[in-house]
Structure formats: structure tokens, C-alpha cells
């Protein structure tokens, strides 16, 4: 059975870091494309950042020059460093693994970014 599971969410500073991860059961980790989304009270999901097999990235502007994706494939997890971070940072983040023919969503991590 496919699981994403998030961790690392929390509440922390203006101007903190935080790193997510989340743990995938999948049987071909390295062929997915891994992303991370979020969701804002009352706002649509947006993607975050998507990292691909091949090992290519693409970053919202909102977090360009913030936010970093990795990935450990003998880990079957991948990674979201999130520096400086605002309070417009705030919301649920969700993890996305994705293939040609399959698209599985974790339960979402809870940031809060607040003094």
C-alpha cells in the first residue's frame, strides 16, 4: 500500500528555518517526481517545489532563493529546507509523489510562521 507520510511542520519565528520530510512506501521511489504544495486559510494549493527523477527542480517565486528540494532515494524521502521564512510561509504542506500513471498525496505537516 502507497503512503506518504509528512513530518517537521511546527510553528516557528519569522526569519526561522524549519526542514520537512516525508517518507515514502512506494516500490520505485527513484522514478517518481517528488513535489511539495501547500494550502493557505482560505487560499488555493499551490505548488512549492518539484524535484524529478532525473534530479531537475522548479521553484515557486514566492521561495525562490529560500526554499531548497532534495531527495535521498536510499532513504525513499524527500526534503523541503525552508529558510527566512514569513508569515505569508504559513499553511498546510503537502507531499505529491507522481509518475506516468499514478499520483499519491501524503496527510499534510501544519507550519505556522508567527512572533
Known amino acids: 500500500q502507497v503512503q506518504l507520510v509528512e513530518s517537521g511542520g511546527g510553528l516557528v519565528q519569522p526569519g526561522g528555518s524549519l526542514r520537512l520530510s516525508c517518507a515514502a512506501s512506494?516500490?520505485?521511489?527513484?522514478?517518481?517526481?517528488m513535489g511539495w504544495y501547500r494550502q493557505a486559510p482560505g487560499k488555493q494549493r499551490e505548488l512549492v517545489a518539484v524535484?524529478?527523477?532525473?534530479?531537475?527542480?522548479n521553484y515557486a517565486d514566492s521561495v525562490k532563493g529560500r526554499f531548497t528540494i532534495s531527495r535521498d532515494n536510499a532513504k525513499n524521502t524527500v526534503y523541503l529546507q525552508m529558510n527566512s521564512l514569513k508569515p505569508e510561509d504559513t499553511a498546510v504542506y503537502y507531499c505529491?509523489?507522481?509518475?506516468?500513471?499514478?499520483?499519491?498525496w501524503g496527510q499534510g505537516t501544519q507550519v505556522i510562521v508567527s512572533s
Open positions: 505529491n509523489a507522481r509518475s506516468w500513471t499514478s499520483d499519491y
Open positions: 512506494v516500490s520505485s521511489f527513484s522514478a517518481y517526481a
Open positions: 524535484i524529478r527523477s532525473g534530479g531537475s527542480t
